[in-house]
């Protein structure tokens, strides 16, 4: 039998998929102080699902990948108001066009990748708002700068006149219970504030929390909280 589409049926679905994202959204909202702003971690999802969640108030959207940045932002044209966030890992040849097309990137996870940025900045007009991804706890699989490392990288980065640094950035290593996690989202905050007793103030971001522990996130001074299967799944 030929399968004949049905508006109505097509309508009724869309219906549905903002509806849960509505609700999911609206209790996810409850739950997070004024002063912190979530992203909706986009990543995988429909261009309908983000649809659902602009018309639900979300303007703040979290990718990985900077095509898939790129595809969207083509299919969003007519919403222009969103700002998008680069949060997976940001390799060296897609710099450039990462700080042409979004507006905030979360994972400078590296000085030479600092470096790049620096250098595109003036070329391209663009200045997004970046933070450095740090590791507060011993994690191979993740990317960022250990706390000694980085310290010993301020003074190169202080000579980068480009960067529009505005905080930190962490992603918990697997595993770890939730006293655990909250001493790593304390340790990053006490980091920021080290940071900015040595002159960085304006280092004042925290970007921490996923779907699983962004509760534990805000309690420990989050300031953005990067949520994607609680809102889209």
Sequence with gaps: MQNIENPATEKIIDAELSDRIASRLNALRET?????????????????AMRAAYAAGIRDFGESR?????????ELQDLPDITWHMIGHLQSNKVKQALSI???IHSIDRLSLAQQCDRFIPELKRSPKLCLQVKLAHDPDKFGWEVEQLLADLPTLLQCQNLNLVGLMTILPLGLDETQAYQVFQDTAKLAEKLRSLGWTNITELSMGMSGDYAIAVKAGATLVRVGSRIFS
Excluded: G, N
Aim: charged share 15%; hydrophobic share 40%; aromatic share 6%.
């Design 32 to 48: 997070l102080p004024p002063s912190v702003k979530l992203v909706a971690v986009s990543k995988y999802t429909s261009v309908a």
């Design 66 to 74: 900077i095509q898939e940045i790129s595809q969207k932002q083509q």
């Design 102 to 104: 979004c507006d905030w």
